[in-house]
């Protein structure tokens, strides 16, 4: 695939998400920040789970399974960084469209994996 892009792309969703992020942690405490606070954190250590099973165990089944827990999470966490900053929430769309393509990209190398 595109080799070369991965690098920046990934360089430019993690700069987004740092800037939703911070920008959630500039809001006044209350239970929805530390809610959206938990649930970032808990879809970043998704990612980190499916970098791992997928690149470095090249397990296509269980990262597909993962990836779609991860995308709903994260889509979780955009409706809760938009109650809170609507500019955080609009950070976080590029990295729910990037993980689409990433699903794509891992259901396809399943497929082929398959034997399809």
Do not use: E
Not at 16 to 36: D, E, K, T, V
Not at 56 to 69: A, F, G, P, Q, Y
């Amino acid at each position: 695939m595109l080799d070369w892009a991965f690098p920046w792309v990934w360089g430019l969703m993690y700069a987004f998400m740092g800037w939703g992020l911070g920008l959630i942690c500039l809001q006044p405490p209350s239970r929805l920040r530390l809610r959206a606070l938990l649930v970032f954190w808990g879809q970043f250590l998704l990612h980190l789970l499916w970098i791992y099973l997928f690149t470095v165990r090249h397990n296509t089944d269980w990262s597909l399974v993962l990836m779609i827990v991860l995308w709903v999470t994260v889509l979780y966490t955009v409706l809760l960084f938009g109650k809170l900053a609507p500019r955080a929430a609009w950070c976080l769309l590029p990295y729910l469209g990037w993980l689409s393509i990433l699903a794509i990209q891992n259901a396809i190398l399943l497929r082929m994996a398959q034997g399809f």
